[in-house]
C-alpha cells in the first residue's frame, strides 16, 4: 500500500485563524515534506522530517510548525492565517526502500477569506 | 538553490501523438531528475527517473539527460487521453539531504481523442 492520505481535503479559514493539516502515511518512510502548491507556480518545499529531525526552509522558517508524533502522522500547523497562505498543500514521504521516490497524498485545498 | 525550468507550458495533441516535453535545471551536479504526473484532484506520481547522462526507456516513455547543457527532457510515444495531465519536472540538488527535490512548475497536456 503506496497510499499517503490528508486531511482535511479542503479547509475555509478566516484570516488570523489558526489551521491545522494532517497527514498519514502506512509505509514506515522515515522522511514526510510538506510542499506549498498555488496555480502555475511549482510546488514549494515547506519543511521535511527525517525520522523526528524537523528541518524547515529558509524563507518559510517561522511561518510554518509542524509535529510528527510517531512515524505515520506528520502535521503542519499556521498559527495566523494570512490571505497569502491560500494553496494547495501537498504531503509527501519517502524512505530508503522506495529508493527516495515522493510519495504525495492528494493535497488539502486551503482557501484563507 | 536549484533553478528547474519547464517548456512548454501547455501542449495539446491528437491521440497517438509524440510528445516531447523540456526541462531546464541550473546546476550540472544535480544528483538526480525526476518526471511526476498529475491528475486534476490527486497528488503527483512517480513516472520516471534519471541519474546518469544519456536516456532510459519504460514502456512508452522515454528520457533524455544532458548534463553539459542542463537540459532533460520526457517523450511520451503513442500518447493516449489518459495520459492526460501536468507533468512536474524534479531535480535533486548537489549534497541535497534525503529525497529533497526542487520542482519545476509544471506542462499542462492534453491529449485528445
Known amino acids: 500500500d503506496t497510499t499517503v492520505k490528508q486531511n482535511p481535503r479542503y479547509k475555509l479559514a478566516r484570516v488570523g485563524k489558526p489551521v491545522n493539516l494532517i497527514c498519514s502515511q502506512t509505509?514506515?518512510?522515515?522522511?514526510m515534506y510538506w510542499y506549498q502548491k498555488k496555480p502555475n507556480q511549482a510546488p514549494k518545499l515547506l519543511l521535511f522530517?527525517?525520522?523526528?529531525?524537523?528541518?524547515r526552509e529558509a524563507d518559510t522558517f517561522e511561518k510554518f510548525q509542524s509535529s510528527r508524533p510517531n512515524n505515520s502522522f506528520c502535521s503542519l500547523y499556521i498559527g495566523s492565517a494570512g490571505l497569502e497562505y491560500s494553496a494547495m498543500y501537498l504531503c509527501?514521504?519517502?524512505?530508503?526502500?522506495?529508493?527516495?521516490?515522493?510519495?504525495f497524498g492528494e493535497g488539502s485545498r486551503l482557501i484563507v477569506v | 538553490q536549484e533553478k528547474v525550468q519547464q517548456s512548454p507550458e501547455s501542449l495539446i495533441v491528437p491521440e497517438g501523438a509524440m510528445v516531447s516535453l523540456n526541462c531546464s535545471f541550473s546546476?550540472?551536479?544535480?544528483?538526480s531528475i525526476w518526471w511526476y504526473q498529475q491528475h486534476p484532484g490527486k497528488g503527483p506520481k512517480a513516472l520516471i527517473?534519471?541519474?546518469?547522462?544519456g536516456n532510459k526507456k519504460e514502456g512508452r516513455l522515454t528520457v533524455y539527460l544532458n548534463r553539459a547543457s542542463l537540459h532533460v527532457s520526457l517523450h511520451i510515444k503513442d500518447s493516449q487521453p489518459s495520459d492526460s495531465a501536468v507533468y512536474l519536472c524534479?531535480?535533486?540538488?548537489?549534497?541535497?539531504?534525503?529525497?529533497?527535490?526542487?520542482f519545476g512548475a509544471g506542462t499542462q497536456l492534453i491529449v485528445i481523442p
Open positions: 509527501a514521504s519517502s524512505g530508503t526502500d522506495s529508493g527516495n521516490t515522493l510519495y
Open positions: 509505509m514506515n518512510h522515515d522522511t
Open positions: 522530517y527525517y525520522d523526528k529531525i524537523l528541518n
Open positions: 546546476d550540472s551536479a544535480s544528483q
Open positions: 527517473s534519471i541519474f546518469s547522462n
Open positions: 524534479a531535480v535533486r540538488g548537489r549534497g541535497s539531504a534525503l529525497g529533497r527535490l526542487h
